[in-house]
Nanobody, 124 residues
């Protein structure tokens, strides 16, 4: 059984940093993609950053430069370091994964596994 468990998140002031982590268990395919989406009430889930099991990364939108995704293969943990946070980054952040490769097209429906989400709140 595949499980994704998020940790981290919380509250921070404008310009601060936070890290959210996702512990992945149960995926047996050696080739898989793990990443982060975020969502605010009334809006669609937005892709943020993704990392393949080979370490290659994909960033959507304008997150690259402020957000950095990484993985600790020995612990099956995927981290999202978020710097220079702004109030518009306030959202529920979800970890997601699927067996396959994150290439040029990334969208929520292709992700089979999801975590429960962790809240990130940035105050001005």
């Amino acid at each position: 059984q595949v499980q994704l468990v998020e940790s981290g998140g919380g509250s921070v002031q404008f310009g601060g940093s936070l890290r959210v982590s996702c512990t992945v268990s149960g995926i047996t395919d050696p080739q898989y993609c793990t990443g982060w989406f975020r969502q605010t009430p009334g809006k669609e889930r937005e892709g943020v950053a993704f990392i393949n099991s080979d370490g290659s990364t994909r960033y959507l939108g304008s997150f690259q430069g402020r957000f950095t995704i990484s993985q600790d293969n020995s612990k099956n943990i995927v981290n999202l370091q978020m710097d220079r946070l702004a109030p518009e980054d306030t959202a529920m952040y979800y970890c997601a994964a699927f067996e396959g490769i994150c290439g040029t097209f990334i969208a929520a429906p292709i992700f089979r596994y999801w975590g429960q989400g962790t809240q990130v709140t940035v105050s001005s």
